[in-house]
């Protein structure tokens, strides 16, 4: 089956209705992610430094002001290192603005091109 054969086959199945939390297909990505999440920390050598927060569409919120909300946390630290570099990626504009509001000089906001 080619590229062209599958597209068509699936094109009329998906509804994209089912990316809102609550539903079963958003419980079930989000299984997979902590899943792969649990198994890079305790098997990739090159994650057994970091330590990951996961919040999943059942924490309210939108994601970039959850990020953001855990960053203004981070800040307020006594041992906050402010060379700390941040870096968040998204499709919203509000998502600059976002990184602007933190005042950090190492915040760093990434977007796909969209032509």
């Not at 599958?6 to 994209?16: A, M, T």
């Not at 198994?39 to 002001?65: A, T």
Request: proline residues 4%; neutral net charge.
């Amino acid at each position: 089956m080619n590229y062209q054969e599958i597209i068509d086959k699936y094109e009329n199945q998906w509804n994209s209705n089912v990316i809102t939390p609550g539903t079963n297909f958003m419980d079930k990505i989000s299984a997979v992610i902590e899943l792969y999440i649990k198994v890079r920390l305790n098997k990739d050598p090159k994650f057994q430094n970091l330590k990951c927060i996961f919040s999943d569409s059942s924490i309210p919120g939108e994601g970039e002001h959850k990020i953001l909300e855990f960053i203004r946390q981070q800040r307020a630290r006594v041992n906050y290192n402010p060379n700390t570099k941040h870096c968040i990626y998204g499709a919203d504009a509000d998502l600059l603005f976002l990184g602007l509001s933190t005042h950090d000089p190492h915040f760093y906001c990434f977007r796909e091109l969209i032509i």
